[in-house]
């Protein structure tokens, strides 16, 4: 169960966003709305906020690649604990959706033009819902202000919703589920250090 747990939180860290103008973007990695920011570099660093857990996770975008055509982003997580390293693949559509490369197929991830309480199929059997807008949310990293909630459950199974909060330039900020709740402590996104 640990590791199905495990697997989902790698799985729901990669998702981290850009800024929060509603401008046409320059360039796809400029897309989503802000919440999930893509350039090689930029990493994040994730704790436990559940007292006698020791969860920690490293984030980071490591390179690119092209699949049919598309330029994905490479997210490696690496959990600082075990040594365990997964790599997915994402990208972003200029609209604000952004799309996951798993298991030879390409799937929506998020799409964080929607409104509260709007859902979309997602990956892996998941749907997605944007459960918040405009919300506050303080962790160690620092407080942010306008920030988006997106739920995700696997109806098919037990104990794998996944509640996820994006704060606008800095991407996802916490990732809650059964029994964890990691917030993120650190991170160097396009070039600003948090906190």
Known sequence: MRRVILSS???????IEFSCEHNTPNSPEEAGLGYFPMKVGNHWIYESAIPQSDWAFELKIVGTTHISGKKYFIFEKRNLDSGFVD???YRADEDGKIHIYKEGQERLYIDFALAAGESWPSYLGYTGEISQKNGSREVPAGAFENC?????DAPD?????LNNIYAPGVGLIETSGFRFVLQLKSAVVNGVEFP
């Open 157 to 161: 199974s037990v104990d794998e919703e």
């Open 9 to 15: 939180a790698l799985a729901i860290l990669a998702m």
């Open 148 to 152: 988006v909630g997106v739920f995700f």
């Open 87 to 89: 790599s997915t693949l």
